[in-house]
């Protein structure tokens, strides 16, 4: 996939955000209204928090200096209470400001993570949605672990900083705003002495975030790599053992973790010199503002009150900028894993249903290949110029050198891609008339080596037919020789197998992948050397099995066991991406060519001797 720049300012990384917000706003305008409530709840928790230091104010002015009083200042109603009367009433409304305020903050917090789960989970779905819909070329040339880190770690990262981080953020620049209106309206001199550091603190804030968005991005990066390294060595771990890889890939690994590492760190050290640089600054505004206002009461223009308001909201008026200097390296990070999550959801599918493409019907089983060429690479053909017709029920066999475009020849029928050139019809229409569900769910496969899921034996044969019920099932595992030995596992159907049917042997495995290619009953069917590996008596079993899924079935088989070919309507010998001959085996040996010369040196082979 290809990578994208990483932003040069803060507008860029901001645009970022901004793109994130417009992708995934359809997700968001589904929750409007828990997000409308939890913002009502942020204003009020904002208008408390600016009252919080009025009483101590009162306190001070009508308690303890009265003397110093600005008369305009004055609270006419409280005259008439006794000093201790005012100070319980003040102390009280302090509780009472205190526990609505934190009311406030738990009804926003809570509503707020609740709006960002369901947000992002159904973000989460769309993109795994989304990624099992990306064509295999997507999907050869893309890492799985990096793919696995965007949908799992990307998302809840995105989804946990916007509840610790933004939403905080925000409450404190609301605040920030009220209060520094409250500071120009009592007192200008003083709001514009306060002021004086804002453009300071945006030039560093700038700087050190430009930075801090680009090494999180970096190191996004760096662990989608690792995880892919890390998921390609366990997804081939009796390669890795057998070879005593495990130095070789530990090495490479331990390189990218030590720079994974070295980037976080350089992370924190500049989310640190931020934080520090904020606290210097607001402490330079906070002895300004005390220097002048003390200077201001002693010449009766304030009330102490009024300058313990001024330096309260002070504090609280920056603590965003402490603030955004604490979260900015997560909100930073977040960006680069919500860039991540939209450059995925933006993949286009190279393969994917036509504007006017419809269910195809019941298929009869007609297949033309007319002059099909194909390539993985632009310039490089792997097929050139293929035609062929295949009558409904006939078993073509494709044999030949491997390389020759075989198993591409069956990718394209199943349209996991799409020929450069020519055209590939069944039961006479092009077949990206149809849509890729209906045209898939018409055709079996069964592979070499057959995958099977985590999951029960029972679950793995009904992934070829969802809706299938329990006698369709066990009807399958007869047709494919399963039931018996199925019925000898320790919970039967039930039994479920390991990761990629590893707690299975490999007729086993190939067994029930024929059951779950046969409750499908499709019309047409895709054999990819199913035999292969197998010991004689499981090759017997699996054979038989396979004669009678495709004994009403147009059949694709994929073999270089030229003998199991020999009985197929249509023999294909393929080599360098051209049908070179065709015909029945006894056209082919008449024709004493390529398939005959290599027909009678399997024979040879088959029939030597074993060296003592």
Request: hydrophobic share 45%; glycine share 6%; proline share 4%.
């Amino acid at each position: 996939m290809k990578k994208k720049k990483l932003p040069k300012n803060l507008n860029q990384a901001m645009g970022g955000a901004r793109r994130i917000s417009r992708h995934f706003s359809p997700q968001i305008l589904k929750q409007k209204s828990l997000i409308f409530l939890s913002f009502l709840a942020i204003l009020a928790e904002t208008g408390f928090r600016l009252l919080e230091p009025w009483p101590l104010k009162f306190v001070f002015d009508e308690i303890l200096f009265q003397e110093l009083q600005v008369e305009n200042l004055e609270v006419p109603m409280l005259d008439q209470l006794t000093p201790l009367q005012l100070l319980s009433a003040w102390a009280l409304s302090i509780v009472v400001i205190a526990g609505l305020r934190g009311t406030m903050a738990y009804f926003s917090t809570a509503g707020m993570a609740v709006a960002a789960t369901r947000v992002m989970a159904e973000v989460r779905a769309n993109l795994y949605t989304h990624l099992q819909s990306l064509s295999l070329s997507f999907h050869y040339k893309a890492k799985t672990g990096d793919l696995i880190t965007r949908v799992t770690y990307d998302v809840e990262r995105l989804r946990e900083v916007t509840v610790v981080a933004a939403l905080p953020l925000l409450t404190n620049l609301l605040t920030m705003i009220g209060m520094m209106g409250v500071m120009f309206y009592m007192n200008l001199e003083l709001a514009l002495m306060a002021l004086m550091i804002f453009p300071l603190f945006l030039m560093t804030t700038t700087t050190m975030s430009r930075q801090i968005h680009q090494v999180s991005k970096q190191q996004r990066q760096r662990e989608g790599a690792m995880a892919a390294t890390a998921a390609e060595a366990i997804g081939a771990i009796k390669v890795v053992q057998a070879l005593s890889l495990q130095s070789i890939l530990e090495t490479s690994f331990a390189k990218e973790n030590r720079k994974s590492l070295d980037e976080s760190a350089r992370t924190q050290k500049l989310r640190a010199g931020q934080e520090r640089t904020v606290e210097v600054l607001v402490s330079i505004a906070t002895a300004l503002v005390l220097w002048h206002g003390v200077q201001l009461i002693l010449q009766g223009v304030l009330t102490p009150g009024d300058l313990l308001v001024f330096l309260t909201y002070l504090k609280v008026a920056f603590k965003p900028m402490r603030q955004m200097a604490k979260y900015v390296g997560q909100i930073a990070k977040a960006i680069a894993s919500g860039e991540r999550i939209v450059d995925l959801l933006e993949t286009i599918p190279e393969v994917r249903n036509a504007e006017m493409a419809y269910p195809a019907p019941r298929f009869s089983g007609l297949v033309t290949f007319d002059r099909v060429s194909f390539g993985y690479e632009p310039g490089q053909n792997i097929l050139k110029h293929i035609s062929f017709t295949a009558t409904p029920g006939q078993k073509i066999a494709l044999v030949g050198a491997s390389g020759g475009g075989k198993s591409t020849m069956t990718s394209l029928l199943l349209r996991l891609y799409d020929p450069q050139t020519g055209q590939i019809f069944i039961d006479g229409k092009d077949i990206r008339e149809y849509t890729l569900e209906s045209l898939r769910g018409q055709i079996s496969i069964v592979l070499q080596d057959s995958i099977l899921f985590a999951t029960t034996i029972r679950d793995n044969i009904a992934y070829g037919c969802p809706q299938a019920t329990d006698v369709a099932i066990q009807q399958a595992a007869h047709l494919a020789n399963a039931h018996d030995f199925i019925l000898e596992l320790p919970q039967g159907y039930d039994t479920v197998v390991g990761e990629r049917g590893a707690t299975l042997s490999g007729g086993q495995r190939q067994r029930i992948a024929i059951a779950r290619a046969a409750i499908r009953q499709a019309p047409i069917v895709i054999l990819d050397e199913p035999t292969v590996g197998l010991d004689n008596r499981s090759e017997k079993v699996v054979t038989e099995a396979l004669n009678r899924l495709t004994a009403h079935s147009t059949t694709f088989l994929i073999t270089h066991d030229l003998h199991a070919a020999r009985n197929a309507d249509q023999i294909l010998y393929m080599q360098d991406g051209q049908i070179l001959e065709r015909g029945t085996h006894y056209e082919l040996m008449g024709l004493g060519q390529h398939y005959a010369t290599l027909y009678r040196l399997q024979d040879t082979i088959q029939l030597s001797p074993l060296p003592r």
